[in-house]
């Protein structure tokens, strides 16, 4: 009652840290009450800052004058101060004598009877041990060791011993070499006292097999465990062998043991117990295979015991362990000597040792029952599996694709098998297809030898790779084909799985010619009259044959159009969002595989994507899906996209301005793109999206790249309407962004204000100056960062060009006389970076006029200058077959731009097409105007000074130059 009554000095700004007002605080958060609960949270926030506050928190936890449920709510927040404060250089951190008294009074935890407490002690002893184990609290474990010594109870010693293995756990885990260091100290200390009360508690179970002596049992071997994987850096030097070989030997005889025991609760932990010696045997085998060896024999008999003999009376998660215990033997290179012979590795006496114990173990009859205790044991479909089929047909279809090898049977034995055929392939291929033929033979209408077929099938599916010098697929393809046919109370079952076997086998041997009656079986078993599980199985089968390498679009263009109406007819009928995403993975294979074929057939899928994302609202993975479905269909379709505007508008609207999380953005701007690169023309809807870009330019995250590029195609798109409405914003976004993205991002900015420029008139320029300020003030940071420098040279060469007052008004205001010659000398220098002939030939024309205006500058860097020259001439001219010398430029775009366009190239790349016809380079002969510039030039300097700065020039490039001016 007294917990009950209190009073929160709810807003002082400071508060004592007394025991009574923690106490109050910690048991009004355990209230039913809401308010009361914020206001104990907003209490201990403050308290938490006190000192003294955290040790009267481990004293709560450990009272017995505490309401259980406030004692754990204690030990909560005393975890949760200890992972914020516990650390030296954390703010607020806690002082010496705090962490002292919590250590002192968390020590004794081991006489607390609440699980639900004890369990939160312990991962506070395992967050401190972290920090300061052992050298800050070197007491810890001789202090836990002393109690499981002189406890009163089996109980005070079993949670003494789980406080010592969520040390040594969390212990094992760090990864810095002076923490490795202390952990195998720390096992070299309390190995051989760990190892002895295992021993000592394993010997009174198997007098009297009771939880009392297993439970300590298990945790002891879970510590030896850690030890023997994390706790020595050589174990064969380290670990005495007879613990190896006391926990293999007694591991035999536990298992047997384990036969004999009825009582459940026992057999549950047994099999955990077992389950820990399995994993101890992995962890060595995968660490110290060498070391390990010479256990090989013991190891197979036990894992196959447990995997084989026993399996039926044991969990089915300790026979998929074993399972891999017995994978990882057969694939481990150490214990195959043809592997190191292959991988040119030195093969001593002990491989050789190895490998011939290895085999003698995996003997060809063993290997034999091994396979059909795989086929006829797991693999086989359950009851469970059927009975989901009838009920979840969907959920069913896709089940199998989710299970991890350690953890579920039917995985673990298709992995299993998986290793057995690569190793043992001599022997298991052909027993395999020895099987396959006695298929043929058995009876259809029996449920039992269905599944028994069934799982005969799914190695073939499993094990293709390793199979394919084994299994006539053409011939075997017949076959299959007759059996689809059959109608028997149990054919679909059959015919799901043969669907899985050709899909898989498609991919990988069968003959081209057999690929159109691939298609038709596909198609044949999508009709709506086939079982759903079936119609699933055969899409995804269309999808293996359709992205096949040796897919030839031809070929398929007669199935399209009923290809397209069984798929939306799946579209319709399903239910789950994964079996939508499942059927547009299947029709984006299709839109990838055939092209622009598909564009005939898509009318109906077009319509249906509203309605899909209307009842994806909830499943982002879905929307995701309709995304680069939409994308995929934009690219198909070309600048008939403008059929998915209804669909696309609305979406993107949401995806870019109110998905919450921005889970869709990467997708949402991707299609945006792919749309702006078909689109035929420009749509208010594409003006409005423009001004959605200034906030992803503030993320800078991967899409920032994207984003660029849907500027710079949307300016392309429609440049007086974007540059007149959000000209000035995008300006100053840009400059905003310039310093701070690396040099890709800068090369993307730079093609933006490069669009500006050629496509809106002088007179209707948004205010460039700040951009440019900024680009020429990073001119010398990127002089050696070729695509930067060479797109803020096009910039300054087109505004030369196009307005040469503006380029002199913008050098002059920066008040720096030597800006112009330090820009042209790293100009001239750099233009081995230029890997277009266009960007040689624009820099030829903007620097010759840039001399003609002030030719002063031309007495600087007059032997870079001529360099510079005789190279863009070099690269822009070629001589033809009567020896004249034309402009290669000028020759390539004196026919009109639409003939430069194939067809097969976006709208996008028409527009720059057109633009790039239209483009003064385009316009001019570099040689005329090399001539009347050089003329001038000559003229405006003066021949004698002129010929004696010649002299300074390389008489080869003198030459050439003479030769280009004649």
């Known amino acids: 009652q007294h917990y009950k009554s209190i009073t929160f000095i709810e807003y002082m700004e400071e508060v004592e840290c007394t025991v009574d007002l923690t106490t109050q605080a910690v048991v009004a958060a355990c209230s039913s009450d809401y308010t009361q609960v914020k206001q104990a949270e907003s209490l201990i926030l ?6 003294g506050f955290h040790p009267i928190l481990a004293e709560m936890s450990v009272g017995s004058n505490v309401p259980g449920d406030a004692r754990r709510m204690a030990a909560i927040c005393l975890k949760n101060g200890v992972t914020k404060f516990w650390r030296s250089m954390s703010p607020n951190a806690l002082c010496k004598e705090d962490k002292d008294r919590i250590k002192e009074v968390i020590l004794g935890c081991h006489a607390e009877e609440k699980k639900e407490v004890f369990d939160q002690l312990i991962e506070v002893v395992g967050k401190i041990s972290r920090y300061d184990f052992p050298k800050n609290w070197p007491n810890f474990i001789p202090t836990l060791l002393q109690v499981i010594e002189s406890a009163p109870t089996e109980e005070h010693k079993v949670r003494a011993l789980t406080m010592i293995y969520k040390v040594v756990k969390m212990l094992s885990t760090k990864r810095l070499s002076a923490d490795k260091k202390g952990f195998r100290e720390t096992t070299d200390a309390i190995f051989p006292l760990i190892g002895a009360l295992w021993e000592n508690y394993l010997r009174m179970f198997n007098s009297q097999p009771t939880l009392t002596y297993l439970q300590p049992c298990c ?35 536990q298992l047997e043991h384990r036969l004999t025991i009825t009582d459940q609760p026992v057999c549950q932990l047994y099999d955990k117990y077992l389950l820990v010696i399995i994993k101890a045997l992995i962890n060595i085998q995968e660490k110290f295979p060498d070391f390990f060896g010479q256990y090989i024999v013991g190891s197979l008999e036990f894992a196959y015991k447990v995997g084989f003999q026993y399996a039926e009376l044991l969990e089915m998660r300790l026979v998929a362990r074993a399972l891999h215990l017995l994978s990882g033997i057969m694939l481990c290179e150490t214990y195959d000597v043809f592997k190191l012979n292959n991988r040119g590795k030195h093969v001593s006496s002990l491989s050789i040792k190895f490998t011939d114990d290895r085999n003698s173990f995996f003997t060809e009859e063993r290997l034999k029952d ?13 009851e469970f599996e059927l009975q989901n089929w009838q009920e979840s047909p969907e959920e069913f279809a896709f089940e199998e694709t989710r299970h991890v090898s350690l953890f579920n049977i039917k995985a673990a034995s298709e992995h299993f098998l998986l290793n057995m055929t690569a190793t043992f392939q001599d022997i298991v291929c052909p027993y395999i297809v020895e099987l396959i033929k006695e298929c043929t033979q058995h009876d259809r209408s029996n449920l039992e030898t269905v599944l028994m077929i069934d799982s005969i099938y799914s190695i073939t599916v499993t094990c293709s790779y390793d199979l394919f010098d084994h299994i006539d697929i053409d011939v075997w393809f017949a076959t299959l084909v007759e059996e689809l046919v059959q109608e028997t109370p149990y054919c679909s079952i059959l015919r799901r799985r043969i669907l899985e076997v050709i899909g898989r086998w498609v991919t990988i041997k069968l003959s081209q010619d057999k690929h159109p009656a691939v298609y038709e079986v596909c198609l044949q078993y999508m009709a709506s009259s086939q079982d759903l599980v079936v119609r699933l199985t055969a899409a995804t089968a269309l999808k293996a044959a359709v992205s ?26 399903v239910e789950e969002c994964e079996s939508r995403i499942k059927i547009l993975e299947v029709v984006n294979s299709i839109i990838d595989g055939c092209g622009k074929q598909i564009v005939d057939f898509v009318d109906p899928l077009v319509g249906w994507l509203p309605g899909l994302w209307g009842v994806a609202t909830e499943h982002s993975m879905l929307q995701s899906q309709l995304l680069t479905t939409a994308r995929k269909l934009s690219r198909c379709l070309g600048p008939m996209s403008v059929k998915l505007y209804g669909f696309t508008d609305p979406v993107l609207k949401y995806v870019l301005t109110q998905d919450p999380e921005m889970i869709l953005l990467e997708d949402g701007i991707g299609l945006w793109l792919q749309l702006l690169e078909n689109a035929p023309c420009s749509t208010p809807s594409f ?33 007086p309407a974007i540059i007149s409405r959000y000209g000035p914003g995008l300006l100053s976004a840009c400059v905003s962004l310039y310093p701070e993205v690396v040099g890709e991002a800068k090369v993307l900015i730079n093609n933006i204000l490069l669009a500006v ?19 020429l003030k990073s001119l010398d940071e990127f002089s050696d960062y070729s695509k930067v420098l060479t797109t803020n040279i096009n910039v300054l060469c087109y505004l030369i060009l196009l307005d040469l007052t503006y380029f002199n008004n913008l050098i002059a205001s920066f008040n720096n006389k030597n800006l112009l010659k330090n820009m042209l000398e790293i100009w001239t220098s750099k233009a081995e970076h230029f890997y277009q002939m266009e960007q040689h030939k624009l820099s030829l024309i903007a620097l010759l006029t840039l001399l003609t205006y002030n030719p002063d500058l031309i007495s600087h860097h007059f032997v870079n200058i001529m360099k510079l020259i005789e190279k863009a001439v070099g690269k822009c001219t070629d001589v033809d077959d009567k020896g004249t010398r034309f402009d290669c430029i000028l020759r390539k775009h004196s026919s009109p731009a639409d003939e430069f366009i194939t067809g097969g190239e976006t709208e996008d790349y028409k527009r720059r097409k057109i633009l790039e016809s239209a483009d003064l380079i385009a316009k001019i002969d570099t040689l005329t105007f090399l001539r009347a510039k050089f003329a001038e ?3 405006a300097v003066g021949a004698e000074l002129f010929t004696k700065l010649s002299q300074g020039v390389d008489r080869e490039i003198t030459d050439k130059l003479s030769n280009y001016l004649a």
């Not at 030097?237 to 035999?252: D, Q, R, W």
């Not at 330019?697 to 949307?714: F, H, M, N, P, V």
């Not at 100056?769 to 900024?774: A, G, K, S």
Request: hydrophobic share 45%; proline share 7%; charged share 20%.
């Open 370 to 382: 091994m396979c059909v205790k795989c086929i006829s044991k797991y693999l086989k479909l359950s």
């Open 548 to 573: 096949d390498f040796a897919f030839y679009p031809p070929s398929y263009s007669p199935y399209l159009e009923v290809t397209m109406q069984l798929l939306y007819s799946l579209l319709r009928e």
């Open 937 to 939: 030039l000559q003229h």
């Open 219 to 253: 945790i002891s071997l879970k510590i030896i465990r850690s030890m023997l994987t994390y706790g020595f850096e050589d174990i064969s030097v380290n670990l005495p062998k007879s613990c190896l070989e006391a926990i293999l030997k007694m591991s035999v005889s």
């Open 687 to 719: 003006v409005q999206m423009f001004e959605w870009l200034y906030p992803l330019l503030q993320l800078g995250s991967d899409s920032l790249k994207t984003s660029l590029l849907i500027i710079e195609c949307t300016i392309l798109l429609d440049p």
């Open 757 to 775: 420029i050629k496509t809106v008139p002088r007179d209707q320029w948004p205010d460039l100056t700040p951009l440019l300020h900024v680009l």
């Open 46 to 51: 403050k308290l938490e800052l006190k000192p």
